[in-house]
């Protein structure tokens, strides 16, 4: 049973670039989380989704991140227009069905923004 | 708003000892608690989860254990190895909370030879 995967594992791109970081679950879970860990900091919840849905984006900023699971494939994180701030380490989750579970990380994905 | 706290922020010890690490938050109305281990430009590994109905549990070396009422959680690592060297971190999951984990500061643990 694979575990999480993401990909990009790494990912360089210049300011104003946009960047989309992929998530696949593991199989049998259709909640996924992001989270994002910048550097010299914690990691900060960024936002839940089920399939077709966003649960809860709370942790998002309001510009330039935007975050889908469609029915069929990855969950998507993008962001538009990226700067050097955006540069960190973006980690997906996912758990089971019934939400209140486990939450299983993927290796994440390093955005370095030059 | 939930605040976790993980003291000490880094800890070297020899191998063989015996240790501790602390976690504290500060709403008592969570979910569940989880402990991790990460590794340097890893991802994280989870090493136990505990339910808010539980006191504690096991896995191999590892006991962490939780006292909801109080805010705290604590995970005890037995005859620490070099291999257990990593970042350790908690994260609680609240009551209500939409799911979502809240992370600690973390620990930096170095097990040295």
């Known amino acids: 049973n694979a575990g999480v995967m993401q990909n990009p594992r790494h990912l360089v791109r210049r300011r104003g670039q946009e960047a989309r970081l992929r998530c696949s679950p593991m199989?049998?879970?259709?909640?996924v989380y992001w989270y994002r860990q910048l550097p010299e900091e914690g990691l900060k919840f960024m936002v839940y989704l089920q399939k077709e849905n966003i649960i809860d984006e709370s942790g998002m900023p309001k510009e330039r991140f935007s975050a889908e699971f469609p029915k069929e494939g990855p969950s998507i994180l993008r962001i538009q227009q990226v700067v050097r701030g955006d540069s960190a380490a973006y980690f997906c989750a996912s758990s089971r069905r019934d939400g209140y579970n486990e939450q299983f990380f993927g290796p994440g994905t390093r955005l370095t923004v030059l | 708003k939930q605040e976790v706290t993980q003291i000490p922020a880094a800890l070297s010890v020899p191998e063989g000892e015996n240790l501790v690490l602390n976690c504290s938050f500060t709403d008592s109305a969570i979910y569940n608690l989880q402990w991790f281990r990460q590794d340097p430009g890893k991802g994280l590994t989870s090493l136990l989860l505990i339910q808010s109905s539980q006191r504690e549990q096991t896995s191999g070396r590892l006991n962490a254990s939780l006292d909801k009422s109080s805010g705290r959680s604590t995970l005890y690592i037995a005859a620490s190895q070099p291999g257990d060297s990593a970042t350790y971190l908690c994260?609680?999951?609240?009551?209500?909370?939409?799911?979502?984990?809240?992370f600690g500061t973390g620990t930096q643990l170095k097990v040295e030879l």
């Open positions: 199989k049998g879970h259709s909640h």
């Open positions: 994260a609680v999951q609240r009551t209500g909370g939409g799911n979502k984990l809240t």
